[in-house]
């Protein structure tokens, strides 16, 4: 295989993918109604997917079904650590550092 048949995940797709993994967890946790904040969202996706964080994101895969498995993989990273950050933000003791800040 030539180093042009190689592929690599796709960063917007992944963006994509994690925001309709989040808008289906919130529909099965009965939160349907609730808007995704999208700056927590464009945090996460910022955060999660430098280079230093998620490499794989960088690098070359031999078939797209691979590239594919990294940005399902990267979708629900994004997705888990959206949701635990909106659910931390309802502890008192993060409110009252918040308060703080």
């Known amino acids: ?6 592929t690599y995940p796709v960063r917007l797709f992944i963006r994509h993918k994690a ?3 989040l808008s289906a967890r919130l529909q ?3 939160e349907a109604d609730l808007d995704i904040d999208a700056d927590v969202l464009s945090d996460v996706v910022k955060t999660l997917l430098q280079p230093q964080a998620n490499g794989a994101a960088y690098q070359s ?12 993989q990267i979708a629900e990273d994004i997705a888990a650590t959206y949701l635990r950050i909106k659910q931390q933000q309802s502890d008192p003791l993060v409110q009252q550092l918040n308060r703080l800040l």
Do not use: N, T
């Open 1 to 6: 295989m030539s180093p042009s048949d190689h």
């Open 19 to 21: 925001h309709l993994k």
């Open 28 to 30: 099965a946790m009965g």
């Open 61 to 72: 895969c031999y078939s797209r079904d691979q590239a594919l498995q990294i940005e399902e």
